[in-house]
C-alpha cells in the first residue's frame, strides 16, 4: 500500500522549532520530489517547500524562507521539514506530498503531486 504519513505536529510557543517527518511505505522515495503544503484556518492550501529528489534543489516561499528547511534521507525512506523562528500565523496542518519526477521541482502544481499525506497539526501559540 503507497502512503505517506506525516508526524512531529504539536502546540509551540512563538518563537520556537518543530521538525516534522514524512516516511514513505510502498514507494521508494528517491524517485521522487517532495513538497511540502501547509493550510491554515479560512486559507487557501500553500506550498511552503519543494526538495528534489535528492535533496540538490529546494525553493521555499518568502513567507517561510530562512526559518523552514526542507530535508531528506532517501535511505529511510523519510523527508523532513525543519521549522525554526516559528510565528503565531505558522498554524495551520501541514501535509507532505510526492511526485514522480528526478527534475528539479521549480514549478509543480499541487494537483500534480502523486502522493499525499494525511496531515499533521502546528499551532503556535503562547
Known amino acids: 500500500q503507497l502512503q505517506l504519513v506525516e508526524s512531529g505536529g504539536g502546540l509551540v510557543q512563538p518563537g520556537g522549532s518543530l521538525r516534522l517527518s514524512c516516511v514513505a511505505s510502498g514507494l521508494a522515495l528517491d524517485a521522487y520530489a517532495m513538497g511540502w503544503f501547509r493550510q491554515g484556518p479560512g486559507k487557501a492550501r500553500e506550498e511552503v517547500a519543494v526538495?528534489?529528489?535528492?535533496?540538490?534543489?529546494?525553493k521555499y516561499p518568502d513567507s517561510v524562507k530562512g526559518r523552514f528547511t526542507a530535508s531528506r534521507d532517501n535511505d529511510k525512506n523519510t523527508a523532513y521539514l525543519s521549522m525554526n523562528s516559528l510565528k503565531p500565523e505558522d498554524t495551520a496542518v501541514y501535509y507532505c506530498a510526492a511526485i514522480r519526477t528526478r527534475a528539479d521541482p521549480v514549478n509543480f502544481h499541487e494537483t500534480e503531486y502523486d502522493y499525499w499525506g494525511q496531515g499533521t497539526q502546528v499551532t503556535v501559540s503562547s
Open positions: 526538495i528534489s529528489y535528492n535533496g540538490g534543489y529546494t
